[in-house]
């Protein structure tokens, strides 16, 4: 019999489980609280009997992340995580450390089928989804490693979180779980390259994380150069689906934009966006797009960064320039500790308004 995912299981379906195997119904709680809090195995579960321990070794398998490689930044708190599962697959995922606690940007898959044409993971390929437990165990092992817990999270690390909508509405029902780690959901952010069904369907569940849409161009003919998903839904289709997001949830929607030298960064098309911003309750957050895949995709210059934001401000737009992240070892990563950094800010100053 192939084992099961006991950490990717609710407590009422560990419940369920427990009474249909005529098992003790109150150690299901137990078991939770022990899978949430990192157990790798049933042996740690000291205060269930050898006996139900055994049981469980024989029907269900545990999800660990084990620590590949750490970086440690030499220039701010920022940790790199490689992690791999049991299949040897490899994530990454990074920690840092911010004024209201510390914060981890997690990975939903290994590798990505979206084929942005500037990101790294996307150049990579797709191997797999992610399951809700695989994310709750990066969580887990940095926590473990650094002796910490992590108060934020960020779903912005390898992978498009809406092409494993599943399994990621299970993590974000599994982590803020009040007999689990009890992260609340507006301490969560989501960041998609704009799956337009999923993102109704978060709006209809009223999701209270925060959304942050990867945007990149103000319109199809540009999107589709670099984001094949914009052949899919277009840039209209999505903003429809941002604005029906926002008129739902009342929850600001962050806009992310990389700037690049020459092809997305001109006063026309800060204005296009803008308008097409319109009503929308946003924040765009602009950073320098960073070349990792060697399309020699160039930053745009600092002052271009001003001016196109002044540009939007001026449409009423709010917008912040995020300044480069020059660290070690961010330098050695594909894309990934780029953009949660602002995300965190965006959480935090959404929890201090
Ligand atoms: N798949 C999701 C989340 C992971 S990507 C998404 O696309 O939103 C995390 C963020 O990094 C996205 O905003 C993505 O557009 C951005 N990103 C990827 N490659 C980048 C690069 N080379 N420079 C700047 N941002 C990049
Ligand atoms: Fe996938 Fe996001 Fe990278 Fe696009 S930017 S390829 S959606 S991880």
């Known amino acids: 019999m192939e084992l099961q995912d006991i950490k990717s299981m609710t407590l009422s379906e560990i419940q369920e489980a427990f009474a249909n195997d005529k098992l003790p119904k109150f150690r299901a709680l137990q078991v939770y609280q022990w899978l949430q809090r990192g157990a790798e195995s049933f042996d740690e579960m000291s205060n269930v009997s050898k006996e139900l321990r055994e049981q469980l070794k024989g029907k269900y398998y545990i999800s660990v992340a084990t620590v590949e490689k750490k970086l440690v930044s030499n ?145 199809d003919s540009l999107r589709s150069q670099t984001m094949p998903i914009n052949k899919k839904w277009g840039v209209e289709q999505l903003l429809k689906a941002c604005k029906y997001y926002t008129d739902t949830t009342r929850r600001r929607i962050s806009f992310e934009y990389a700037m690049i030298s020459g092809l997305n960064d001109s006063d026309a098309q800060a204005k296009e966006l803008a308008g097409k911003l319109k009503g929308i309750i946003s924040h765009v957050n602009l950073i320098p797009v960073n ?9 745009s210059s600092v002052q271009r960064l001003h001016a196109f934001c002044g540009i939007l401000e001026k449409h009423g737009i709010t917008a912040t320039v995020r300044r480069t992240l020059g660290s070690d070892i961010q330098a050695s990563c594909g894309q990934l500790q780029r953009r949660y950094k602002e995300e965190v800010n965006n959480i935090e100053s959404a929890q201090s308004n």
């Not at 084929?115 to 191997?127: D, I, L, N, V």
């Not at 070349?291 to 930053?299: A, E, I, L, S």
């Open 291 to 299: 070349d990792v895949t060697g399309n020699h995709y160039k930053k």
């Open 75 to 219: 220039y701010d708190n920022t940790i790199k995580y490689l992690f791999s599962f049991a299949d040897n697959c490899c994530v990454e995922s990074v920690v840092m450390q911010y004024k209201h606690g510390y914060s981890i940007c997690i990975s939903t898959q290994v590798g990505c089928r979206m084929g942005c044409t500037f990101c790294a993971t996307g150049k990579s390929g797709f191997s797999r989804n992610l399951t809700a437990s695989e994310m709750l165990a990066q969580i887990q092992s940095a926590q473990k490693d650094l002796e910490i817990q992590i108060s934020n999270i960020v779903l912005m690390g390898m992978g498009e979180p809406l092409d494993n909508y599943q399994q990621v509405l299970r993590f974000l029902e599994l982590v803020s779980s009040k007999e689990g780690m009890n992260i609340g959901m507006r301490h969560i952010s989501v960041s998609t390259c704009g799956i337009v069904d999923k993102i109704y369907d978060m709006a209809n569940r009223k999701l209270q994380c925060t959304l942050s849409v990867s945007l990149h161009a103000p319109n």
